[in-house]
Every structure is written in structure tokens, then in C-alpha cells.
């Protein structure tokens, strides 16, 4: 079974709004990352947030992470069509060298 | 700084044939990894490499699936005898530390099988 778990499946918003989308994972980590897959630039890494941080910013993006919850979001703020991909969070299970990615959440944005 | 490569990018076969992938990660990138992706699914990691000994395996079918990296660099994967349930793309990443989630993973653009 994965280890991290995206929510929702897929999400459908209008150009200018955010979008948040959740992973929750089993075990302890050390570090989560999170990737976009489009077709047109493959699999790219977004952010990383380390298990002893709470909070990341990247341009629009907005990471946290909560331990206690096994838990990350993931916020899209002022959201472009160019948004429209698959979205992963990536763990490393007990802090070891294994990376284990989620199913994704599928991001559709309208213009 | 030239990307992750992967050939070929698409192949075709037919069942009970055999297939094989070629990666050549970023330049000093010591950990590679190859991945499968099945259509609406997250990656898979099948076996992680640091230069050329190998990390993890542990979801690698080994009465299919091969791969190594020799001298370090170049990685091929093989599949020998395919079945229809790995029809996929067949990712191929690199990054300078060992553990994939303390350091960014580069992608290649995949290889995608279709199994007949």
C-alpha cells in the first residue's frame, strides 16, 4: 500500500482561486516532498520540508506539515491554468533511504 | 546542465518478449532510481542505486526485472519475460544524496511500455 495518501482525488477550481490539496502518511518521516506531473515537463520537485519544520513558502506555493497528524497540505495560492497537473507528496518511511510516493491529486484549473 | 535521459521513449512488445530501458542521470548525481508508473497511479519506486551498488530493491520483481549500473553512471532496466500488467512508464531519476527525500529527485522524461 502507498505511504502517503493525497486528498482529494481530484480537484476542479476556477483560475484566481486556491487550491489545497492534503497527503496523510503511516509512519515517521524525516523529510516529505512534494512533485507536479504534467505532460508537457514530466515529474518536477516542487518543495521539501523537513519533519522538524512546520511551515514552508516557495512563490505561491505554502507547505506544512504535521507531525503529530502524520500529515501534509499543500496550498496553491492565486491558481493559473498552467497549475493543471498531478500533484504528489513523496515520504521516506522511517526516515530511511526508501522514497514512497502518494496517488496524487489530480489539480484542473479553468480559465 | 544537461537533464536526466532516458531511451527509448516509447515501445511496443508483445507478451512473453523482452524489453530494455536506458537512463543516464545528471552528470555527479550518485543515487539513481528507477520508478513505474502505472496510469493513475503514483511512482513505484523498483530499485535505487548509490553509484553502483545497490540501496533498495525491495519492490523489484526479481523473476522479471532486472537492472544495474555499471561503473556508476549509465543504468539499463530490464524486463524479461513481459506481461501485460507492466504495460507503464518507466521512470529514471537521479540526485546527489543517497536518501531520495533529503535531496531533490531529477526525472527523465520516462519510457512508456505497452505490452500486447
Known amino acids: 500500500s502507498q505511504q502517503g495518501e493525497e486528498d482529494p482525488q481530484a480537484l476542479s477550481i476556477q483560475e484566481g482561486e486556491n487550491a489545497t490539496m492534503n497527503c496523510s502518511y503511516k509512519t515517521s518521516i524525516n523529510n516529505l516532498q512534494w512533485y507536479r506531473q504534467n505532460s508537457g515537463r514530466g515529474l518536477v520537485h516542487l518543495i521539501l520540508i523537513r519533519s522538524n519544520e512546520r511551515e514552508k513558502h516557495s512563490g505561491r506555493l505554502r507547505v506544512t506539515l504535521d507531525t503529530s497528524k502524520k500529515s501534509s497540505s499543500l496550498l496553491i495560492t492565486a491558481s493559473r491554468a498552467a497549475d493543471t497537473a498531478s500533484y504528489f507528496c513523496a515520504t521516506d518511511p522511517d526516515g530511511g533511504f526508501k522514497t514512497i510516493f502518494g496517488a496524487g491529486t489530480r489539480l484542473f484549473v479553468k480559465a | 546542465e544537461a537533464g536526466v535521459a532516458q531511451s527509448p521513449r516509447y515501445k511496443i512488445i508483445e507478451k512473453r518478449q523482452s524489453v530494455a530501458f536506458w537512463c543516464n542521470p545528471i552528470s555527479g548525481h550518485a543515487t539513481l532510481y528507477w520508478y513505474q508508473q502505472i496510469l493513475g497511479q503514483g511512482p513505484k519506486l523498483l530499485i535505487q542505486f548509490q553509484n553502483n551498488g545497490v540501496v533498495d530493491d525491495s519492490q523489484l520483481p526479481k523473476d522479471r526485472f532486472s537492472a544495474e549500473r555499471l561503473k556508476g553512471v549509465d543504468s539499463t532496466l530490464k524486463i524479461q519475460p513481459a506481461k501485460l500488467e507492466d504495460s507503464a512508464v518507466y521512470l529514471c531519476?537521479?540526485?546527489?544524496?543517497?536518501?531520495?527525500?533529503?535531496?531533490?529527485?531529477?526525472f527523465g522524461p520516462g519510457t512508456r511500455l505497452t505490452v500486447l
Open positions: 531519476a537521479s540526485s546527489l544524496e543517497t536518501s531520495g527525500t533529503a535531496d531533490t529527485q531529477y
